[in-house]
Nanobody
Framework: QVQLVESGGGLVQAGGSLRLSCTAS????????MGWFRQAPGKEREFVGA????????YYADSVKGRFTISRDNAKNTVYLQMNSMTIEDTAIYYC????????????????WGQGTQVTVSS
């Protein structure tokens, strides 16, 4: 089992920045690729980005490419989502997820999920 806990959500103005953290416990963190997803009210869960097990490779949705950056610190069992130039469309609950071996953009392929953290962008 892997337990994931997100933090860092909150209210930010459009154009601002926010950094989310996701801390893992339970299994060897570096065995897992990590993904970030989000879900806005009335919408399906959406892929945001992912990072490989050792952090050498990342992959982003087109909607956040160039604005969001994922990184990880395996010594701290933590993955980060740095969000810059935020827009109202970024408002959602953000989830981190863990998947063994290779990352994916498909939520069904992830094994473990955090409880989510709310991010609200105001105009």
């Amino acid at each position: 089992q892997v337990q994931l806990v997100e933090s860092g959500g909150g209210l930010v103005q459009a154009g601002g920045s926010l950094r989310l953290s996701c801390t893992a416990s339970g299994r060897t963190f570096s065995d897992y690729a990590m993904g970030w997803f989000r879900q806005a009210p009335g919408k399906e869960r959406e892929f945001v980005g992912a990072i490989s097990r050792r952090g050498g490779s990342t992959y982003y949705a087109d909607s956040v490419k160039g604005r969001f950056t994922i990184s990880r610190d395996n010594a701290k069992n933590t993955v980060y989502l740095q969000m810059n130039s935020m827009t109202i469309e970024d408002t959602a609950i953000y989830y981190c997820a863990a998947k063994r071996l290779i990352y994916s953009s498909h939520p069904d392929e992830y094994d473990y999920w955090g409880q989510g953290t709310q991010v609200t962008v105001s105009s």
